[in-house]
């Protein structure tokens, strides 16, 4: 070929593509896909029996809790009554006694200042330890 040609093939428009570095990238996606598979592939799978659930076998009743109110105007209810703190230090010990499972739920006004219903609960919790639990509505 002569020099002239040479120079016409070269500026005659036709790009030149490099497949070298397309093919690197493809080998290197291929390796990964490879080097996954092969360890997914060596994981063992553990036999573990699942535990089961008798059908006839004896239900433990949890006890109904014992609902604690607390109303805008500060004042604690049992029962839809308001009552003292020494009431509900009587009734919650009663309560806790009688039912060992039992939970006491703390029901507070929405209009209620937190600090009131933090106290309280507190008080609660001082006589109830870790059987007693706030109240959450979805609304």
Same mark, same amino acid.
């Given at each position: 070929?002569?020099?002239?040609?040479?120079?016409?093939?070269?500026?005659?428009?036709?790009?030149?593509?490099?497949?070298?570095?397309?093919?690197?990238?493809?080998?290197?996606?291929?390796?990964?896909?490879?080097?996954?598979?092969?360890?997914?592939?060596?994981?063992?799978?553990?036999?573990?029996?699942?535990?089961?659930?008798?059908?006839?076998?004896?239900?433990?009743?949890?006890?109904?809790?014992?609902?604690?109110?607390?109303?805008?105007?500060?004042?604690?209810?049992?029962?839809?009554?308001?009552?003292?703190?020494?009431? @509900?230090?009587?009734? #919650? /010990? +009663?309560?806790?006694?009688?039912? *060992?499972?039992? $939970?006491?739920?703390?029901?507070?006004?929405?209009?209620?200042?937190?600090?009131?219903?933090?106290? @309280?609960?507190?008080? #609660? /919790? +001082?006589?109830?330890?870790?059987? *007693?639990?706030? $109240?959450?509505?979805?609304?």
């Amino acid at each position: 070929m002569s020099i002239r040609s040479r120079q016409k093939a070269r500026h005659s428009g036709m790009p030149d593509v490099n497949l070298v570095p397309m093919m690197d990238v493809i080998m290197t996606i291929l390796t990964f896909f490879i080097i996954v598979s092969m360890t997914l592939s060596n994981q063992k799978a553990l036999n573990v029996p699942l535990p089961r659930t008798d059908q006839g076998g004896t239900e433990i009743k949890q006890p109904d809790p014992l609902i604690v109110g607390l109303n805008v105007q500060g004042q604690i209810l049992l029962d839809g009554k308001p009552a003292t703190d020494s009431d @509900l230090a009587q009734k #919650m /010990q +009663a309560y806790l006694t009688r039912n *060992v499972n039992g $939970a006491v739920i703390l029901k507070a006004d929405r209009k209620v200042p937190y600090e009131q219903v933090a106290k @309280l609960l507190s008080t #609660m /919790q +001082a006589l109830g330890g870790e059987r *007693v639990s706030l $109240a959450i509505t979805a609304n």
